[in-house]
Each structure stands twice: as structure tokens, then as C-alpha cells.
């Protein structure tokens, strides 16, 4: 009789633990097998080849000069499309599709969370269906559910505003749920400057409200740091709306400049920060870009952004 032999009879409980430890090593063989069979047949995002709905042909926009300053910063609880009598059929697909794929996820349905202004509401979509958030959901959800859309993006908010809702406990749960985080910020910070100084403008106005505006975008972005660490966070940049009625003050290009030269640098004091700038895709005068108060983007405006956004989610910009 070996040693061996000797040992596990007079240590009985060696021969049962021996036995555990084996049983425990297959359960754990077959969990872990379980396991990556389930991972293998989850879709995965992967935004390769989606492509954006071509927009519905643009209804004639009217003048509403006498309203210009109301365009963009009025009341938040003020909608502008109904959802009767808008067109229920989907737009046939843009051909060119996005080359580039992003895999951000394993196992589960990305969430994206978009916050903001009325450029996040959809404000000017003829066919109220969210703008370039909408679109974006629309596009990448087209043949599965891939993601999970959240946009609590409210008409006329500030930063300043922006800075307060993210006290309330339900946008810090979406924060929490979020992996990605879409922001647009800062046309109404102009707003108010010119709303405030109209008859005594002075550019020290704007240099003042931007120096106010940067550090509101740090605290913004600290506090969704602080929430959550791990969602990447992009800023898109503003256009210039008030070339229409504002020509006698050409240093409106200028300080648009300024505001998204503040958010880029911003977004680049934060590693999970990328800028999205949109200021050129309005710079084309031959092309109808903005709806019926001249201010908010139009279908195709709206689109050209969704498209933007899309292309840094896929690593074709930036």
C-alpha cells in the first residue's frame, strides 16, 4: 500500500475536498461556457454602413423679422410642431453610407443620452421627429434596436440652465445609465447678451458672458465626470443664425468664433470629451438651411449635423 494510499485513508477529508474542487471546475467550465455562447449572439453596435434619411422636401419659409430675437430663446414650454398631420412615411435612405465601425459595447444595448438646447429638441423639424437626435436614432436602429435614445434637450436653455436641471434626480440617473453623452450649448448665452444690450451693444458684452460661459462648461462637465466616469461626452459646437437680421453687427462671426473656440478648449481639458464643430455646415448661402424663423435648422440643416455627429462617432472626423 503507497504512501498515497496511506495518506487518504487516514485523511478521509482530502479525498472529499479533492472531489469538490473538480466538481467546482467543471461548473465553472460550463458557466463560463454558457456565458461567452450568449455573448457571441448578441448584436453589437456597430455603426457600419448606416446611413441617414434624406429629409422630405422643405416647406417655403417665411419672414418673421419682427420676431428675431424671440427665434431661439423663448418660452422652454412653447412647441412648435404637433404630431397630427405630420407625414408618417419614412424617407428613403441616403446613399452614402459611413465606412468607418464603432464597437463600444459587448452584450447590451447602448444607451445615449442627449441634453441640451432646442438644436437637442429637434426645434425646426418639420416633421417633429427630434431633429438630428432623431435622426441619428432612426438611422442606427434601422434594421435592430442597437441603442437606447434618451433626449431631454429643452428649447431656450442656457448654460447656466443646463448647470441646474443636472441637479434634478432623474437627468443624473440618465447620466448614470448613459454611455455616450450628446451636448449642444451656447446659442442662447448670445441670445441673452443681444436681448440685453440691444440698443447699446458692445463686444465687451460678449467678452464678458464667454468668460461666464467657459467656466458654466466646466462645472457642467465636471459634474458628469463626477456622475459618470466612464460615458464619453460630446460637445457640438453652434452656427451662426444671426447673419438673416443681425448684418449691421459683423462681429457676430466673431464671437460664434469665440464660443466654439471656449468649447473646444473645454472639451479638450477632459480625456472623455470630444468637440464636434457644425459652424461650417451653414456657411453655404445657396442652400436653405434654416426653418421658418430663420434661426433653427431646417430638415437638410439638421441632417447635415446628424451626419457630422455621426461621422465622429465612427472616427471619420476628429
Known sequence: ???????????????????????????VFVVAGAAFLFYISQPRV??????????????????????????????????ENEEEGLTSSMPRPLTEAVNATVDFFSGRTLNILAIGDSLTQGVGDSRGQGG??????????AENELVHFENLGKRGSRSDQLLATLEDPEVEEAIED??????????????????????DLEIKDFLHENGQYEERLYEIFSVIED???RSEIYLIG?????????QEIPEL????????????????????????????????HDEELFAEDNFHPNDEGYRRIAQRVLDYLTDEEG
Open 1 to 27: 500500500m503507497g504512501y498515497e494510499h496511506i495518506l487518504f485513508n487516514k485523511h478521509p477529508g482530502v479525498s472529499v475536498l479533492k472531489k469538490n474542487v473538480a466538481i467546482s471546475a467543471v461548473i
Open 46 to 79: 456597430e455603426f457600419e454602413n448606416v446611413t441617414l434619411e434624406t429629409e422630405v422636401e422643405e416647406p417655403a419659409s417665411e419672414d418673421h423679422t419682427e420676431h428675431r430675437l424671440e427665434a431661439i430663446e423663448d418660452d422652454p414650454a412653447e412647441e
Open 132 to 141: 438630428y437626435v432623431g435622426l441619428l436614432e432612426r438611422s442606427i436602429n
Open 178 to 199: 448613459a454611455d455616450m453623452i450628446l451636448v449642444t450649448i451656447g446659442a442662447n448665452d448670445i441670445m441673452r447678451v443681444l436681448r440685453e444690450n440691444i440698443t
Open 227 to 229: 456622475v459618470n466616469s
Open 238 to 246: 453652434i452656427f451662426n443664425p444671426f447673419d438673416k437680421y443681425f
Open 253 to 284: 462671426n466673431l464671437i460664434v468664433e469665440k464660443w466654439n473656440e471656449t468649447g473646444e478648449k473645454v472639451a479638450g481639458d477632459f480625456d472623455s470629451m470630444t468637440f464636434i464643430p457644425i459652424e461650417d455646415l451653414f456657411e453655404d
